[in-house]
């Protein structure tokens, strides 16, 4: 196996790594503390029989979308403990939205997070869609086992040094 030559950290855009190209966690105790927010989202597709067992709140395991909302903004508040090299960092606001989508037929998520600190929330809001994803699937999987999930992203971000992204 070829071993991967330590990238100069001038070199490199990757914030993670040192200069002598090990992992590490990026000091953001000088940064200034800043109101930040990212949406993030993403869709699982199914058969349409599955999303009427949704829409109709008759899936055997409760309210899919409901539970699927608070296991979203659980996600958002733990991202820390999944991502290992993210900061932990106090979260003012964690919302869901879904979209039933028939015609695909399918649901969007889309998550928003925010937070007055020294780094982003697009994490916090990528892992609350990927989880709210993962709860529709595991609380319809007994009708459905084929659903795909796809099209997971940030759709935007704004706040800190680096300003605002758009990518709609």
């Known amino acids: 196996m070829t071993s991967i030559p ?15 190209g090990q992992a590490h966690m990026v000091d953001v105790g000088a940064k200034a503390a800043t109101h930040r927010t990212a949406v993030a989202e993403g869709r699982i597709q199914m058969q349409p029989a599955t999303l009427a067992l949704i829409q109709q709140g008759s899936a055997k395991k409760g309210d899919v979308l409901g539970v699927a909302r608070i296991a979203g903004i659980m996600a958002a508040k733990r991202t820390s403990e999944l991502i290992p090299l993210c900061h932990p960092i106090a979260l003012t606001r964690v919302a869901l939205e879904f979209a ?5 037929p399918a649901v969007r998520v889309q998550a928003t997070a925010e937070t007055v600190g020294p780094t982003g929330v697009e994490m916090e809001a990528l892992t609350a869609v990927q989880v709210a994803l993962l709860t529709i699937y595991d609380m ?29």
């Open 6 to 20: 330590a990238i100069p950290e001038t070199a490199s855009p990757l914030t993670h790594f040192d200069a002598q």
């Open 100 to 104: 039933v989508e028939p015609q695909t």
């Open 140 to 168: 319809c999987k007994a009708a459905d086992r084929a659903m795909v999930i796809t099209d997971v992203r940030l759709l935007e971000k704004h706040g800190g040094k680096s300003g605002s992204f758009v990518n709609r």
